[in-house]
């Protein structure tokens, strides 16, 4: 076959590159930000757009989406050209993929920071921009498989079945979650609602995890790791089975983020038994990686890709047997709403994605710049000051994580709550949150040598737009199985058919989880009492949203003796079927508040106390890091609003009476004079027509429906 | 936690059943599948991302 010449785009490579460097550096400073915020709550500024809830978003989907969403695309289109032999599909394609990106990006720091945010943990973003990522995406996966169609070799390699599979099982997962009704441009209600919600959510969380942090970084593994040792993987037919397990189970795993609350046990054990199961094809990936330096173990002292490509794959091996250990009942119930759990997303991001990024860069950047990595003495020293970063960041929140959750579970020998103040569990971790910080610092200026390191490289060297590459022609292949041909070989050369197969080993789980949810009626039963918000606690709902309220408290009482004890009637499935979205969260920087509103329970406080606490906390609390809410007090309650979310919410099932919509600003607006008249009989002069009104109305419902079912406490074990 | 899968909860441990024979059929056509792979096909894929014919393939 004669052999053709052809050319890498190495541009859309450059462009990817330039932006993983960029975002990189503004998720990772936002977050240092966050971190400083638990030992300063002032560097809020008094503003509502640099709270913790505003920005927490930002840091999580900057460092997910843009840093390493920018750095898989790197990887990706720079491996797939060379593993195809063949320039990607289309270069209009490619540049939609870059440009489109970029203002997804921006248009979510924009939106968070004005608290436009559906309120889902890493799916924050309203509708209008979920459109655009769907459409990006189909994009980037018309690009990669017209690449794959296009191609000059024969076998797909397994990197890109990775690279498939991501691109497959994101888009599921982002359009099934996203579904919701809009009740204007930037404003929109899922249409799951509670128990429902929380298992779709953490389906698609967890599986963002899996299919946008880990395989799309497998399949780089699997690519640049062989490149950068100059070695061929350690077993192909590992890989094989490597992929195969890994898409196959990790789809399942979701529910072990919802262990001990109102999701159905049989689901929770469902999660609990393929995360478990999980443990074996994430450490063969694991041993695979590392076996591939077998005879080349010398090399890792010198050079710097590999030194970091070693890093990143013992942090995947730790985090992803750390994860299954947390996923079983007794680790989740100490590590649960813990910062267990923050250092545990960290090894994985700094680590994993972080350390695989950078050697990817490391690797690449000469490359594409036809010159040597300007300085490994710089590049070894990013190495250690963000090696060290990792240890400071995560070591401190392990610990931090253990003595809180001991602190919340301690009794006194009459049987009482040791630290029956939340905030006295919190300002025992402010030393462990400053090394956090120092931590997360570190890494920082790990970074910042690493683009310094990287810009000299570029300087030094001459860019390759086009790179000049031949293979011979592909022969033409028969779609049909040739004879002796078994199935997957046939399905190695064929994308399409493979993406379709891939496909149906992602679906499996997830509707075998989450259809029966829907189908049978007694995994939701109904509370008679529970009754929809009123249209001001409706209002005051969306605000506690807006607000990020549940990055730093939960809703959700697990059925232990120390919480029952701490906040009042555990969960149950009923009390959430009007909750669109529900606000379960995952991490209690703050106490529980779904028993907020119970006027005999443990946490219930007056108006007068809400109020004092959102204008400033630290007043009736000089330890508390909460920041200050006191633009709701000023802010008006935009009323022109309620009739529509009424509507949306009658058209999702929840039983306004008819024509309710006619007359919702009035019950909001007799619901909101009572408030204030309270207040005023505690000497606090405010318009019922002032956000905080809303607030307060939603907070005092909080509860309140399981306690008037009046009940009975049900048999708690343990702590 | 297997018990909690299988037990009869609201007539869905047929869910929990058709899970755990679709994983062990799964994995058992898998593992036959790798095992039946001749030596030189492992071998030629394995070698793929180091033969990629161009510029910079060259050691920098």
């Given amino acids: 076959m004669e052999n053709q010449t052809f050319y890498y785009d190495n541009k859309i490579v450059k462009n990817f590159a330039y932006a993983t460097l960029f975002w990189g550096v503004i998720g990772m400073v936002v977050g240092l930000l966050l971190a400083l915020q638990f030992i300063w709550p002032a560097l809020t500024f008094g503003i509502p757009y640099t709270t913790f809830g505003r920005i927490r978003p930002i840091h999580t989907n900057a460092v997910i989406f843009a840093f390493v969403g920018n750095g898989m695309f790197t990887g990706i289109y720079y491996s797939l050209q060379r593993l195809c032999k063949a320039r990607m599909f289309n270069d209009l394609l490619s540049k939609i993929n870059f440009w489109g990106w970029q203002l997804i990006i921006v248009c979510a720091a924009l939106t968070f920071a004005f608290g436009i945010t559906t309120g889902k943990e890493y799916a924050e973003l309203e509708w209008p921009i979920d459109i655009l990522v769907a459409v990006i995406w189909i994009v980037f996966g018309w690009n990669m498989i017209g690449t794959i169609i296009k191609r000059r070799t024969g076998h797909i390699y397994v990197a890109i079945w990775f690279y498939i599979a991501t691109f497959v099982t994101i888009a599921v997962l982002h359009v099934t979650n996203s579904l919701a009704i809009p009740v204007g441009l930037f404003k929109s209600y899922p249409i799951y609602a509670g128990v429902q919600d929380a298992l779709v959510q953490w389906w698609y969380g967890h599986n963002a995890v899996a299919f946008f942090l880990t395989t799309p970084f497998l399949g780089l593994m699997y690519y640049f790791l062989p490149k950068a040792a100059n070695r061929p993987i350690f077993s192909y037919k590992l890989s094989i089975v490597h992929f195969w397990a890994l898409i196959f189970l990790y789809i399942w795993a979701g529910p072990h983020h919802l262990l001990y609350s109102a999701l159905p046990n049989w689901a929770q054990s469902l999660g609990v038994v393929f995360s478990v199961m999980l443990i074996a094809p994430s450490w063969g990936g694991m041993v695979n990686g590392l076996l591939t330096l077998r005879g080349a173990w010398d090399r890792v002292r010198e050079d710097p890709v590999l030194k970091f490509m070693v890093v990143a794959v013992t942090a995947y091996g730790m985090s992803t047997f750390e994860g299954p250990m947390m996923s079983t009942k007794t680790v989740n119930a100490i590590s649960h709403f813990t910062d267990w759990t923050v250092g545990h997303a960290h090894i994985g991001a700094l680590g994993w994605n972080g350390f695989l990024t950078f050697a990817v860069l490391y690797y690449l950047i000469p490359r594409i710049f036809q010159t040597h990595l300007f300085s490994r003495k710089i590049a070894n020293l990013h190495f250690w000051i963000a090696t060290l970063g990792i240890i400071f960041y995560a070591v401190p929140l392990y610990w931090g994580a253990i003595t809180q959750a001991s602190m919340w579970k301690e009794f006194t020998a009459a049987g009482f709550l040791k630290y029956p103040n939340f905030l006295e569990t919190v300002t025992q971790l402010k030393p462990m949150y400053a090394t956090r910080a120092i931590g997360g610092g570190l890494y920082i200026v790990g970074i910042v040598l690493g683009i310094y390191n990287l810009i000299l490289t570029i300087k030094a060297g001459k860019f390759l737009p086009e790179e000049a590459a031949s293979a011979p022609a592909l022969a033409k292949i028969a779609g049909k199985r040739g004879s002796g041909e078994g199935v997957h070989r046939w399905l190695e050369r064929r994308p399409v058919q493979f993406t379709i197969v891939a496909l149906v080993a992602i679906l499996i789980g997830g509707l075998i989880e989450i259809v029966p949810l829907y189908l049978v009626k007694t995994n939701i039963p109904t509370i008679a009492s529970v009754k929809p918000y009123t249209p001001l606690e409706l209002q005051g709902r969306d605000i506690y949203v807006r607000e990020g309220c549940y990055t730093c408290h939960s809703q959700q009482v697990r059925p232990f003796r120390s919480e029952t004890e701490r906040y009042g009637e555990y969960a149950k499935a009923g009390e959430y079927v009007y909750d669109h979205p529900f606000q379960w969260g995952s991490k209690r920087n703050g106490p529980d508040l779904s028993r907020e509103g119970v006027v005999s329970g443990r946490q219930y406080k007056p108006n007068s106390w809400h109020f004092n606490h959102m204008l400033n906390p630290q007043r009736l609390n000089e330890q508390s890091i909460m920041p200050s809410y006191k633009w709701l007090i000023t802010d008006d309650l935009d009323l022109s609003t309620t009739a529509k979310k009424i509507r949306v919410m009658q058209f999702l099932g929840v039983p306004y009476p008819d024509g309710f919509d006619k007359i919702a600003n009035d019950d909001l607006l007799l619901q909101a004079k009572g408030i204030a008249d309270d207040l005023k009989s505690q000497g606090i002069q405010v318009e019922p027509t002032k956000e905080i009104i809303a607030m307060i109305a939603y907070l005092q419902r909080l509860g309140k429906d399981v306690h008037a079912a009046g009940m009975p406490t049900a048999t708690i074990t343990g702590k | ?60």
């Fill in chain 2, 1 to 60: 936690m297997l018990r909690d899968i299988f037990k009869s909860v609201g007539n869905i441990e047929i869910y929990g059943l058709i899970s755990m024979i679709i994983f062990v059929v799964f994995f058992t056509l898998l593992i036959l599948h790798t095992v039946s792979l001749k030596k030189k096909d492992v071998a030629d894929f394995s070698r793929m991302p180091l033969d990629d014919f161009s510029d910079e393939s060259k050691e920098l």
